[in-house]
Nanobody, 116 residues
Framework: QVQLVESGGGLVQPGGSLRLSCTASGSLRSIYTIVWYRQAPGKERELVASITNGGVTNYGDSVKGRFTISRTDTKTTVYLQMNSLKPEDTATYYC??????????WGKGTLVTVSS
């Protein structure tokens, strides 16, 4: 099984930046992809960005050009660099892992608030 812990959330002004971290432990070799999702109050969960074991990345349309997903060489931590933040980026950000066997695990989330 995989355990995920998110960190790095907080309050930031519009136009500012934050870097979120997702630290994974457990059966790391079984992970196929790590995905960042977000969910704002009253809204559906939205895919933000993903990175596969092979390093292929994908982004949601609303964050393309502003957010960057990356990871450490050991693949234990996945980062989400968020630049040019907007109030509509306010949400709880969750880390999700998917294994080759189809198992899915979630972190508890980290809150990002973009406000002046």
């Amino acid at each position: 099984q995989v355990q995920l812990v998110e960190s790095g959330g907080g309050l930031v002004q519009p136009g500012g930046s934050l870097r979120l971290s997702c630290t994974a432990s457990g059966s790391l070799r079984s992970i196929y992809t790590i995905v960042w999702y977000r969910q704002a109050p009253g809204k559906e969960r939205e895919l933000v960005a993903s990175i596969t074991n092979g390093g292929v990345t994908n982004y949601g349309d609303s964050v393309k050009g502003r957010f960057t997903i990356s990871r450490t060489d050991t693949k234990t931590t996945v980062y989400l660099q968020m630049n040019s933040l907007k109030p509509e980026d306010t949400a709880t950000y969750y880390c999700n892992s998917r294994t080759y066997s189809g198992e899915t695990n979630w972190g508890k989330g980290t809150l990002v608030t973009v406000s002046s």
